[in-house]
């Protein structure tokens, strides 16, 4: 009988997937479709409409700002840009808002104070107690151990989740994070890697912090548990390194990645209000893809800051590829692309500030920027602006739509600060060795 109830299960949920109408083909509903996840899906879309800015213009000003005042009085000559072994340097607001404190490790959670962008509204399990990882095994998706990563995302109530030492954890499905969760990994060398990726689906206050996730591969599907008391039916996943899935304020920060079989991060499903910052990205084809299909309208939602990265040695295309959202790309260095580094399609806005572009020696791959699925009479009106960014080796960023007007609502009224100083806020860029009783 409970063989014949598995069998009926799994088919409808192939069927399902089918009918429920996905962000796009790389991202079609790979779950069971019942009344659970219908619930998370309308609470998601409630807690995505509370996040929403509607004067985007002032997070942007708001994080030129507060990178003015970090670095008020810095000296950022091309000597402190070596290899540095000195004390602890922080180079952006983020970092100097809890990093150079020696006993940052007995008030981990200053960290929910640090954010910026669209996803600084993000503060994780801050509200919650301390859930110590101490078991690196993920043998059992419908029932995991205490003590193991998969146990500690499932729960309902708010948790700032550490680890207990160094260790490698291989994912045999998905991890389902629910809200209100903190993943920090600082103090350890923390890996994701040879397993399946993390999915952030229909949930709302996450954050990402100070781990390494690499050499993600796509998983079979099967039963897997999302929460305490609901687990359900998933079809193969994409093998994505981070999927953020119809979820809102949600804030990525000092991560390395490389090598996943499909994107690094994908933000889709009308997902909004989400912080990309101080990560390290290398070795990829498709980086970033922000909106899966030109057919979601949904996304028109989407607000994402991409901030103080770096994107390094092996990278092709998509940093990031955006569809009809509103994207802030500022103060990032781009020292690698094959073919280009920031495209779209569907009229997205995107708005670059302050980034360093250094293009490859091919002459044909020397423009920044790619549109896709439109005449020039279309996407001439799209807003695509560039601001302060230095363009290096050849490096064309095709400016389109009209140029940025200054509006007497804005809060700041602040220029971004200029990209000669990329290399210095993203020299720590990507997950940091930091040692417990010492500045990080």
């Not at 088919?11 to 619930?39: I, K």
């Not at 996803?119 to 859930?131: E, Q």
């Not at 979820?247 to 490389?258: A, E, F, K, L």
């Not at 390094?312 to 260095?333: A, E, S, T």
Request: hydrophobic share 40%.
């Amino acid at each position: 009988m409970e063989v014949t109830r598995l069998f009926v299960l799994i088919l409808a949920s192939f069927c399902l997937a089918a009918l429920f109408p996905g962000p796009g083909q790389a991202h079609q509903a790979n779950f069971e479709v019942d009344d659970y996840w219908q619930q998370k899906a309308e609470e998601a879309e409630k807690a995505a409409l509370e996040a929403y800015h509607h004067a985007p213009e002032n997070v942007t000003d708001s994080l030129n700002y507060h990178v003015h005042m970090a670095l008020e009085g810095t000296n950022m000559t091309r000597r402190q840009l070596k290899k540095h072994v000195g004390p602890c340097m922080a180079t952006n607001p983020i970092d100097k808002c809890w990093r150079c404190k020696k006993h940052w490790a007995m008030n981990r959670k200053r960290l929910a104070q640090c954010g910026v962008g669209f996803g600084r509204g993000a503060t994780g399990g801050a509200k919650g107690r301390y859930y110590v990882v101490y078991n690196p095994s993920d043998k059992d998706t419908l029932n995991p151990k205490p003590g193991t990563l998969r146990h500690a995302v499932i729960q309902k109530e708010p948790l700032w989740i550490i680890f207990a030492g160094s260790m490698i954890i291989t994912l045999q499905q998905e991890l389902l994070i629910n809200s209100h969760k903190t993943i920090d990994g600082r103090g350890a060398n923390v890996r994701i890697a040879y397993g399946a990726g993390i999915t952030i689906q229909f949930v709302k206050n996450v954050i990402i912090h100070g781990i390494h996730i690499h050499n993600i591969i796509p998983q079979k599907g099967g039963l897997i548990r999302d929460s305490v008391d609901h687990f359900g039916i998933r079809t193969q996943s994409d093998g994505d390194g981070i999927t953020i899935f119809g979820s809102s304020s949600v804030w990525i920060d000092h991560v390395s990645m490389r090598e996943c079989s499909d994107g690094l991060i994908d933000v889709v499903a009308g997902a909004t209000a989400v912080t990309i910052s101080n990560s390290h990205f290398t070795k990829h084809n498709d980086v970033m893809l922000f909106g899966a299909s030109d057919l979601t309208s949904s996304d028109k939602r989407m607000q994402v800051t991409v901030a103080f990265n770096n994107f390094g040695r092996g990278l092709i295309q998509r940093m990031p590829r955006c569809r009809w959202g509103y994207f802030h790309v500022v103060n990032n260095d781009y020292t690698h692309w094959l073919m280009y580094a920031i495209g779209g399609s569907s009229a997205p806005t995107i708005i670059s500030q302050g980034n360093r572009f250094i293009a490859p020696p091919n002459l044909a791959a020397k423009e920044i920027t790619k549109r896709d699925y439109a005449p020039v009479a279309e996407w001439s009106k799209w807003t695509w602006r560039s601001e302060g960014d230095l363009l290096m080796n050849g490096a064309i960023f095709v400016q389109s739509g009209p140029p940025l007007r200054v509006k007497k609502i804005r809060k700041y009224l602040i220029k971004p600060k200029p990209a000669t100083a990329v290399g210095f806020m993203t020299r720590f860029a990507g997950a940091l060795a930091c040692k417990t009783g010492k500045p990080c």
